[in-house]
């Protein structure tokens, strides 16, 4: 019975010590004048490799920020600048998705830049690479059946998406 009463008295004083304490469920990432945010549980990996900061989503996706760049970076309960709800995160489209041979590469972005594309395998070999330039589709029938990870590189960002060949 004291046991008891002990175990519920350090439960009881736990819970009230941590009522102020709310988890933080945003990573916040500030470059100059845009912030970027990334939901916590959506984090993969978060890794500072040379000069740059890493975050790597469960979809796959990269953001890649220059360390020097960075003027900030904290979390947060609240998002500083959260997309509307369903606003598309990827500056990067691919499509068809399922794709047969060729595979289409959108570019959101407002800038215009020269992008090169990777197609790896899910180990990360590299098994395809082609400077686009004003082409913006890739072929990809000489692949086998199976899921794929496009890495794009364009500006100074790289976006990892994920396509099926059939």
Known sequence: ??????????????????????????????????????????????????????????????????????????????????????????????FPNPVQDILNIKNNTSDNCNCIVEILDLKGTILLKEDLGAINSINVSVLQKGMYICRVYYCDKIENLKFIKN
């Open 1 to 94: 019975m004291r046991k008891r009463k002990m175990k519920f008295c350090v439960v009881l004083l736990l819970g009230i010590g941590l009522i102020g304490v709310q988890a933080q469920s945003i990573l916040n990432v500030k470059v100059g004048s845009e912030n970027f945010t990334h939901e916590i549980n959506g984090i993969r990996k978060l890794t500072f490799t040379g000069d740059n900061l890493n975050v790597i989503t469960w979809d796959a996706s990269t953001s890649n920020f220059a360390l020097a760049n960075i003027d900030k970076l904290f979390f947060s309960d609240t998002p500083t600048n959260m997309p509307p709800k369903g606003a598309a995160l990827n500056q990067i489209e691919l």
